[in-house]
C-alpha cells in the first residue's frame, strides 16, 4: 500500500470516528434533553468537521468524497426512526421568541 493510500485511509477512518461519537452523543440512552445552545455547539463542530473535510488535507480523495463520513450527522430520522415530541406551547401574543423568558415561561406553562 502507497504512503498517499495509508494517509487518505487513516483520515477516512479519523473522520467516520468522529461522526460517529458525535452521533453517539446525541444517541445516548442517559440525554433527555438537549438546550438550544447545546445544538448550536454540536452544529458548529459539525461545520468544522465538514470544512475539514472540504480542505482536502490529505490528496487523492475524489469529490466530495471525505465529507461523505459526516453526512449522517445532517441526514433527518426516517418516520420510523423518529420519536414524537411533545408539542411545544405557542408564543404568547405579542411575543417574538421564548429568548430570555426564563422565569416568565415557567408562569406561562404553568397557567395553561
Known sequence: MS??????TAC?????????????LLLE?????LTLGALHQFNLDVEECEQFARSGPVPGFQGDTLQLAFIDLRQSPSKQDSVAL?????????????????EG?????DSS
Do not use: I, N, Y
Not at 477516512?12 to 453517539?24: E, R, V, W
Not at 406551547?89 to 417574538?96: F, R, T
Not at 415561561?105 to 406553562?109: R, T
Open 29 to 33: 440512552a442517559e440525554v433527555r434533553q
Open 12 to 24: 477516512m477512518s479519523a473522520c467516520k470516528h468522529l461522526s460517529t461519537s458525535l452521533l453517539q
Open 86 to 102: 411533545p408539542a411545544f406551547p405557542a408564543l404568547p401574543v405579542g411575543l417574538q421568541s421564548w429568548e430570555g423568558l426564563d
Open 105 to 109: 415561561l415557567g408562569s406561562f406553562l
Open 3 to 8: 504512503k498517499g493510500k495509508v494517509a487518505q
